[in-house]
């Protein structure tokens, strides 16, 4: 031993169980970092190598930063950094609080046999830095490894505009900001815990007196509840700081979870994914039914041609609503049978809609109007000399820029029922759907007659966006869901740990295995209960929140609901994490030998 | 009858070489009532003969019968109701739990057993314990000799046949130690209770039924000394 800071790798040897979750949550946390900063460097690097193409100059890092794409991508992971390093911070903390609370004793006798406080709280926060020397390498190369399973995932799964996204790229940014992140969470989460080690008064070496689970100040109430669920409870909710670390991990997570849940209900405003959305559109000029059902017929033969359904409309047609205060016109417009299986696939169609009857000629349609011209589900409206029943409703309305339809009302009415009413059999619009290459689409521009137009589309689909976004999405909130309860199971055996003489004690006088899993999973309940409800809380406010800003003031259509599936989602991983959690460290005091605990002071 | 009979006890840690004995053979039997002293020099496995008797801790040989039944043949989860309700546990270290009461701490064993205490019982011990201006303190507010009446008072609650404690005195001085024994002989005495202390202390031991010496595993029978 050359100095008395070479005690530090020899403790953590000693201690290697108790670090090992601690360690865990530095190799998380650097390994989220990595491999999002790197992701975002790809997605740059691939910017710059498609401006390049496009521009055939050089582009700098600096240019691209200066695009909005580049300032997007590195805000998004700005904010991500951010709330990784709050999450870090919570746990890490979390974990050292603990081992330190545990070893009063011996900081004591360090400061009975010499050690001065600086010394002391130098020690914790080298000891806390020696964890970096071996999470932060694990988690770089984790990340920058997961970076490149991204990649070609994108490259290769996801193609669309992806295609050009470098493999194997060692991203600087990327490994800089991992270490940094490892670096700073551990210093920052090392700061309290140092104090309260430095603050250890020699006399609690010697006294036994050691202030750690064993003080209590107020006493259990036991009346209501089985002792051993006071008693986990109690635990809980007595140690203030664990109380609040805990909590607010598990709310952090939750919060996260609803939040990041709205960016996917805003990707769906902003990238509507439509099974109705064509590759090619076929239309007349003159912007009247034209196009003759005989050329979409044809159409239909052409190579890598999937789907071909069309539409017909008429506006303003004289109709009477049956209620006083409706316009007297009608937009009425046809829809194919794929067409209107689409509206169904989307989720347009307003609850209780029913699609059965509006195919074929049944005299049923669907309607499309504002909330202040209220049609519902089986109103009728005369037509032409024909009757129509309403059989549904649309959320919005499909025809126009902003949702809304602004006093008009249209009517989806099937091809059957359009023709008997109209005695139109021409389409207005004629949409084509599937892997059409540029010679099938000059195949398709020789059928069209005179006067119709084609319309290119199969560069404008965002499905590739849309799924990587989603997908970006996804594997974050499943991490940060790993993380949680990683977290929790650390805590909770880290309190197991620091009272297992009082648990052995409680084993001696009675208490059996069950009677001691209850205990334990009470006490995991108390904190994933606490931070469920703020969470919860928290999480909706911030949502509804973000809902406004994001979609409701772009999307007027857009209707905030409660959203009850993700709360339940949250409910049942709490309970699932709380389980996962209890497990082990029950099992561990379980099968402690009682004699291990009784006569140590 | 004898309440306790421990036959053929041997109990070895590690093995071959590096093999320790801790028990080799012991065998005795202790009527009902009676006040047992066990003495002996550290690590002579006076603690360990104790936990084996208590179930705490299994043998690697030898039976123990309590009231003839046969402790180390019961499953884990009967043998901790067995425990609970026959035998009680005072240590050197008190082990109360902090956040509980003096009178929650009391009555503890008797909750895990979801059963409700016997009110004037509960009085009679904190009285006889000098205990019923503390009831509702907690541990942290009690001096070491209340803590360790506390225990005595827990291991007493659920009137089990047999009292175990391991040098219950070890911890205090020796005010409080001839205080907490003789509250304990009082008690045993009063409820009929068969009672097994480790002790170091001469003194205390000359004043038990009986006293047994354990030496490296072996157990001899001092007799009685007050006979």
Not at chain 1, 189 to 214: C, I, L, M, Y
Not at chain 1, 553 to 582: E, G, K, M
Not at chain 2, 65 to 85: C, G, P, Q, S
Request: with cysteine; hydrophobic share 45%; charged share 20%.
């Amino acid at each position: 031993m050359k100095s008395y800071l070479s005690l530090i790798p020899i403790s953590a040897k000693v201690r290697r169980r108790q670090n090992r979750m601690t360690l865990l949550c530095i190799i998380f946390a650097v390994f989220l970092v990595t491999a999002i900063f790197s992701m975002a460097d790809m997605m740059i690097r691939m910017e710059q190598s498609r401006l390049a193409e496009k521009h055939s100059q050089k582009f700098t890092f600096q240019a691209i930063l200066d695009t909005s794409m580049g300032q997007t991508l590195f805000l998004i992971a700005g904010v991500l950094f951010l709330l990784i390093l709050i999450a870090g911070v919570l746990m890490i903390s979390g974990s050292i609080n603990s081992t330190v609370a545990q070893r009063t004793r011996f900081f004591g006798m360090m400061r009975c046999i010499g050690m001065s406080r600086q010394q002391l709280a130098r020690s914790v926060r080298l000891e806390a830095l020696n964890w970096c020397k071996t999470a932060i390498p694990i988690g770089v190369i984790l990340g920058t490894v997961s970076s490149w399973v991204l990649c070609a995932i994108l490259r290769f799964v996801v193609r669309e505009e992806f295609t050009t996204i470098p493999l194997c790229g060692v991203s600087l940014v990327g490994i800089a900001s991992g270490v940094v992140m490892g670096t700073v969470t551990v210093l920052i989460a090392a700061r309290a815990p140092a104090e309260q080690a430095a603050k250890v008064s020699p006399v609690a070496a010697v006294s036994g007196n050691t202030g750690s689970p064993g003080q209590a100040r107020r006493a259990v109430r036991t009346s209501a509840l089985p002792i051993e669920i006071s008693l986990g409870v109690h635990h809980a909710v007595s140690a203030k700081k664990e109380l609040v670390l805990m909590t607010g991990s598990f709310a952090l997570s939750i919060i996260l979870f609803l939040t990041f849940s709205v960016l996917l209900d805003w990707v769906g405003y902003l990238l509507p994914q439509s099974a109705s959305d064509a590759d090619l559109t076929i239309y007349g000029e003159s912007g009247v039914n034209c196009v003759s059902p005989k050329i979409a017929e044809a159409i239909r033969g052409t190579d890598g041609v999937e789907n071909v359904f069309g539409r017909r409309s008429v506006f303003e047609v004289p109709a009477e609503l049956g209620q006083e205060g409706l316009p007297q016109t009608v937009d009425l417009i046809s829809f194919d049978d794929l067409d209107l299986e689409a509206l169904k696939k989307d989720d347009i169609l307003k609850k209780g809609s029913d699609l059965t009857n509006v195919y074929g000629d049944n005299g049923y349609v669907l309607a499309v109007c504002d909330p202040d011209a209220p049609l519902h589900k089986g109103d009728t409206i005369q037509i032409g000399g024909g009757t129509l029943t309403v059989a549904g409703l649309l959320k919005y309305d499909l025809f126009s820029g902003d949702g809304l339809s602004h006093g008009r009302v249209s009517v989806i009415a099937s091809s059957e029922t359009f023709i008997r009413l109209t005695g139109i059999v021409d389409y207005s619009l004629v949409m084509i759907q599937g892997k059409v290459t540029d010679e099938a689409v000059a195949a398709i521009n020789a059928l069209l007659d005179e006067g119709l137009r084609l319309r290119d589309q199969r560069e404008q689909r965002t499905f590739g966006t849309y799924v990587a976004f989603v997908m970006c999405v996804y594997s974050f909130l499943v991490i940060i869901a790993m993380v949680t309860v990683l977290n929790i199971m650390n805590s909770i055996s880290m309190s197991v740990s620091a009272r297992s003489k009082q648990y052995g004690a409680m084993r001696a006088v009675g208490m059996d295995g069950r009677q001691m899993t209850w205990m334990i999973f009470a006490e995991a309940f108390t904190y994933a209960l606490a931070g469920c409800v703020i969470g919860c809380a928290a999480g909706l406010i911030i949502g509804k929140i973000l809902f406004n800003i994001l979609i409701q003031d772009h999307f007027a259509y857009a209707v905030w609901t409660l959203p009850v599936s993700r709360l339940l989602i949250v409910v049942l991983f709490v309970i699932l994490a709380t389980i996962a959690a209890v497990h082990v460290p029950a099992k561990r005091i379980r099968n402690m030998a009682v004699t291990d605990t009784i006569n140590e002071l | 009858m004898n309440l306790l009979r421990v036959a053929h006890i041997c109990k070895t840690y590690g093995d071959s070489e590096a093999a320790v004995h801790a028990l080799k053979d012991v065998s005795f039997s202790v009527p009902k009532g009676e006040f047992v002293a066990i003495v002996g020099e550290s690590g002579s496995g006076k603690s360990t003969l104790l936990n084996m008797i208590g179930a705490l801790d299994t043998p690697t040989s030898g039976r123990v019968y309590i009231n003839e039944k046969d402790t180390f043949a019961m499953k884990e989860k009967e043998l901790t109701v067995f425990r609970r309700r026959n035998i009680g546990f005072i240590f050197q270290a008190f082990n109360l739990i902090p956040e509980l009461s003096v009178e929650q701490n009391m009555i503890f064993p008797l909750l895990l057993d979801r059963q409700r205490p016997n009110k004037r019982y509960l009085d009679d011990l904190l009285t006889v314990l000098g205990l019923e201006e503390r009831r509702d303190h907690l541990p942290s507010q009690l001096s070491g000799g209340q803590q360790q009446r506390v225990a005595i008072g827990r291991a007493l609650i659920t009137r089990p046949s047999l009292v175990l404690a391991d040098e219950p005195t070890g911890n205090l001085d020796s005010k409080n130690s001839s205080e907490v024994l003789a509250l304990l002989k009082k008690t045993a005495r009063q409820y009929e209770q068969t009672v097994i202390m480790i002790t170091h202390n001469p003194a205390i031991a000359h004043t038990a039924d009986r006293v047994f010496q354990v030496s490296d595993g072996v157990l001899t029978d001092l007799g009685g000394c007050r006979a």
